[in-house]
């Protein structure tokens, strides 16, 4: 157990709506980083949040907004979905914001879009 | 361009027998390099992290080795289990003023009995 959490688990949804996906990171741990897996395009990184601030970002759409709340836990948020949005998307944390820290990751929401 | 080559693609191994998987990088300029182990349906686990300045390191039976020369990256497994069976990705963090992370595709390991 990674102890990063990461809810729901499965999530079913149409073309165009707008979702949330919820993430806690381990106990302590300041950083959360977002990444998504689709079966054509493998892991991809998205963005990093440390202690509430925006670190870095990576290949996110637009569409896709998140945010780290003072308790430290994080939301990605995706809209206007489409079929490619279709993926596994992961978070991860890790204690500081360098980026020799180990990451520990959740077991992820897979969203499937109808 | 920023890349990072796995190979193979997919390997079978008989159980109890060693292999080893490469991991051939671009990215630029070269923060850390990772292994990761990635079961069916569950998040990535880290195997090891690498700087610069380490040439291997190991975790149990995954020893990782890096070459910054080169720009190439191999971990192997000694000794085989069945619970190895699971695809391995490799990462390259590069440092800018902030961190960006490149995947490979992954190696899928099949350990048969």
């Known amino acids: 157990d990674s102890g990063v959490t990461q809810t729901p688990k499965h999530l079913i949804t149409a073309t165009g709506q707008r979702v949330t996906l919820r993430c806690s990171p381990r106990?302590?741990?300041?950083?959360v980083y977002w990444y998504q897996q689709s079966l054509d395009q493998g892991l991809q990184f998205l963005i990093q949040?440390?202690?509430?601030?925006?670190?870095a970002k990576g290949n996110i759409l637009e569409r896709f907004s998140a945010q780290q709340f003072p308790d430290l836990h994080s939301e990605l948020n995706l809209s206007s979905l489409e079929l490619g949005d279709s993926a596994l998307y992961f978070c991860?944390?890790?204690?500081?914001?360098?980026?020799?820290?180990?990451?520990?990751f959740g077991d992820g929401t897979r969203l499937s879009i109808l | 361009k920023n890349q990072v080559e796995q190979s193979p693609q997919s390997l079978i191994i008989l159980e109890g027998k060693n292999c080893t998987l490469q991991?051939?990088?671009?990215?630029?300029?070269?923060?850390?390099l990772r292994w990761y182990k990635q079961d069916t349906g569950r998040g990535p686990v880290s195997l090891t992290i690498?700087?610069?300045?380490?040439n291997t390191k190991s975790n149990g039976r995954y020893t990782a080795t890096l070459d910054a020369d080169t720009k190439q990256s191999s971990l192997h497994i000694t000794a085989s289990q069945l619970s190895d069976s699971a695809s391995y990705i490799c990462?390259?963090?590069?440092?800018?003023?902030?961190?960006?992370?490149?995947f490979g595709s992954g190696t899928k390991l099949n350990v048969k009995p």
């Open positions: 991860a944390s890790s204690g500081g914001g360098g980026s020799n820290q180990p990451q520990h």
């Open positions: 106990s302590g741990d300041l950083s």
């Open positions: 949040y440390y202690n509430g601030e925006e670190r």
């Open positions: 991991c051939n990088y671009t990215v630029s300029p070269f923060s850390n």
């Open positions: 690498m700087t610069f300045s380490e």
């Open positions: 990462v390259v963090s590069a440092q800018y003023n902030f961190n960006k992370f490149y």
